[in-house]
């Protein structure tokens, strides 16, 4: 089976949308990415979005008035996402691919959001590929933010937190230092702060900041869905605190690198 059928076959019953809207877990991520996101839109820039999803980012974006472009991989992601649009917006969609962009110009974006694809790449060299195509199209001077899948809190969280380690030992899923192994069919791949500056290294950007999008969010989920109002609004204060110190970033389950094309 390929890589992409397992990722349709995911997708076509998951709600991402809700993920992101309707967890206070979610809403984490997303109030993160956009605090980091915004500062660097203006009124006239022109945004791409690889692996848009449902549209959650992209389709916001349009409705804000901005000029967007969304590739996605998955029929039926992209299907929820045109059905969320009246016309009025000013956007373009394709079906497509982070690996081959083809459809895209170089040095055309002013902003290029990478927020799904690298969690599901395997292998160095398509994750590899898929940052110099999102950097390919990006316009020079212009910012590329990338979302990855942090491995610590999946050791954490679902090997010992979830009583997985028999399993995931007996399938070889673990190194001897504690890195997940992951191929197509486990739909995700985890990486460490080095792997991210390894793959840097390979394009012309260089790092604005490394960001915790959801900190130690997860690990407090049943509890941060219990919190009144308040006590969640003091989270965010807390989480917007930390959310860039580099000592407690390999723990996050999600992280935005935030580079900028030289």
């Known amino acids: 089976m390929s890589n992409s059928t397992f990722l349709e076959n995911y997708y076509n019953g998951y709600d991402e949308e809700g993920r992101l809207e309707n967890s206070r877990v979610g809403r984490v991520e997303y109030l993160t990415t ?4 915004d500062p660097l839109l203006t009124a006239d820039c022109k945004i791409a979005e690889i692996g848009a999803g449902t549209g959650r980012y992209s389709v916001t974006l349009a409705k804000e008035g901005y000029d967007v472009t969304a590739v996605e991989l998955v029929q039926h992601n992209l299907d929820i996402l045109t059905g969320k649009l009246d016309g009025s917006e000013n956007i373009r969609t394709h079906l497509g691919n982070a690996l081959d962009l083809h459809m895209l110009g170089d040095n055309t974006y002013d902003v290029t959001l990478l927020l799904g694809p690298m969690y599901h790449l395997y292998s160095e060299v398509d994750k590899t590929k898929a940052l110099k195509e999102a950097v ?48 197509p069919k486990d739909l995700f791949e985890m990486v460490r702060t080095e792997d991210i500056e390894r793959l840097n290294a390979a394009v012309p950007v ?36 930390t959310c860039e110190r580099q000592d407690l970033i390999g723990a996050t389950n999600h992280s935005l690198d935030i580079l900028r094309k030289r």
């Open 34 to 37: 956009r605090r980091y996101l």
């Open 136 to 183: 390919r199209i990006t316009k020079p001077g212009g910012h590329i933010l990338v979302a990855y899948c942090m491995n610590e809190a999946t050791v954490i969280q679902y090997v010992f937190g979830c009583n997985q380690l028999k399993s995931v030992m007996d399938l070889n899923m673990l190194t001897d230092d504690w890195k997940c192994v992951s191929e």
């Open 206 to 241: 260089e790092r604005m900041k490394l960001v915790a999008t959801d900190g130690a969010s997860r690990y407090i989920r049943e509890y941060l869905e219990e919190m009144d109002d308040l006590t969640f609004d003091k989270w965010l204060s807390y989480h917007f605190a």
